[in-house]
């Protein structure tokens, strides 16, 4: 029979591995939740009995995944950004330019 504190143990690597494969697949809400289930495990449980390497090293990989995400992010809104105002700047020359003749008379 497994005590509570290896159930608590089991329970933590299951919510740290999940959070890991919710963040490989981009559902940070999910990773969210894991670590919120996480963290109230981790506050009842004897740090002592815990692999605390492991998920550190994990903990790790994740925070690495999750910066990278950032940056990504971040450079994908600056070039929304720039896109929008080259759009915004060509209503502006399209919508001062003259307007052409109506209509055009060939006369051969």
Partial sequence: MRSPVSGSHAEIMRLTK????????????????????????LASTPASTLPTDELLSMDDEL????????VLL??????AQTAKRQV???????????SGPKAVSVEA
């Fill in 88 to 98: 915004q700047d060509l209503r502006q020359r399209l919508a001062v330019l003259p």
């Fill in 63 to 70: 925070r690495d995944r999750i910066h990278t995400a950032q």
């Fill in 18 to 41: 999940a959070a890991r494969e919710a963040a490989e697949q981009g559902r940070w809400d999910e990773v969210t939740q894991c670590y919120s289930e996480r963290g109230m495990l």
């Fill in 74 to 79: 971040d450079t994908l809104l600056t070039e």
